[in-house]
């Protein structure tokens, strides 16, 4: 759960869902492929909105809410460090293995839908390096380095 505070703090706190709206969501019916692929579509879209939205189902999650039914499992990085130079990307790998595990239940993990995640992956590292490291560029240089190797990697042979 630390983990997701920390990402909440670097893309802004996620607006709280109100009651009603909760409650609305748990009584409705399960939610259909097609409802549930536009869900995921937002959140692993790239930028803020996407990245709130995460934090915030993950947090419902994490309270026992999981109306959508997603894989919240992750193995961060892989057999890559979660941590390279000292660059916390635990974040941005659970976000990543997120994407990657849920279009593959949903027997939908097609080239856009790949390409979309793995540039979300590289946005929420970057925000790592933008974040933590602000006005300090060689750390920040190395940073985003780090990053876009993490994200070659993906793009050429990430199928988790």
């Known amino acids: 759960m630390a983990l997701a505070g920390a990402l909440a703090s670097s893309v802004s706190a996620p607006a709280a869902a109100s009651p009603a709206a909760t409650q609305s969501l748990e009584t409705q019916a399960e939610p259909t492929k097609a409802q549930r692929l536009a869900r995921l579509a937002r959140l692993t879209a790239v930028g803020n ?6 934090v915030s189902e993950l947090t419902d999650a994490h309270q026992g809410r999981n109306y959508w039914r997603w894989n919240w499992t992750t193995d961060y990085c892989s057999s890559s460090p979660d941590k390279p130079g000292g660059f916390n990307f ?31 992956f590289l946005y929420d590292m970057e925000r790592v390096c933008n974040r933590a490291y602000g006005f300090l560029e060689v750390q920040r240089a190395t940073c985003r380095r780090i990053a876009k190797q993490y994200y070659n990697a993906v793009r050429l042979a990430g199928i988790l």
């Not at 909105?49 to 995460?54: I, M, R, V, Y």
């Not at 790998?93 to 839908?113: A, E, M, T, V």
């Open 49 to 54: 909105a996407g990245a709130q939205l995460w």
């Open 90 to 120: 635990e974040l941005a790998c659970w976000r990543h293995d997120f994407g990657y595990r849920n279009y593959k239940s949903l027997r939908s993990f097609s080239s856009p839908n790949k390409e979309r995640v793995d540039k979300a």
